[in-house]
């Protein structure tokens, strides 16, 4: 079982930066790979990033490329994802996400509670 807990969600203005955490109840093997998604109201949930843990292999849903940036800290077992010039769009629940083998839009082995980031324009 894995547990994931996201936090530095929050109000932000158009424009403006946020990064958001994930902590990981227990250290992943190299193999592993995690994730942030996010949720809009009325809409579904949709892939925004991905990380190899072992080599920091790094993907990006083309709607965030060259804005947004997924990390690791191994030794903390944190996850970030640094969100740049954000847009009204970008508002959304926040989900952290752990798998064993998939990467991209149907991983998703275990998921956090959320954390919600709201753009304003």
């Known amino acids: 079982q894995v547990q994931l807990e996201e936090s530095g969600g929050g109000l932000v203005q158009a424009g403006g930066s946020l990064r958001l955490a994930c902590a990981v109840s227990?250290?992943?093997?190299?193999?592993?790979?995690m994730g942030w998604f996010r949720q809009a109201p009325g809409k579904e949930r949709e892939y925004v990033a991905a990380i190899r843990w072992g080599t920091g292999g790094q993907y990006y849903a083309d709607s965030v490329k060259g804005r947004f940036t997924i990390s690791r800290v191994k030794a903390d077992n944190t996850l970030y994802l640094q969100m740049n010039s954000l847009k009204p769009e970008d508002t959304a629940t926040y989900y952290c996400?752990?798998?064993?083998?998939?990467?991209?839009?149907?991983?998703?082995?275990?998921w956090g509670q959320g954390t919600q980031v709201t753009v304003s324009s």
């Open positions: 227990r250290r992943p093997y190299s193999s592993h790979i």
């Open positions: 996400t752990f798998d064993t083998r998939r990467l991209g839009p149907t991983m998703g082995d275990y």
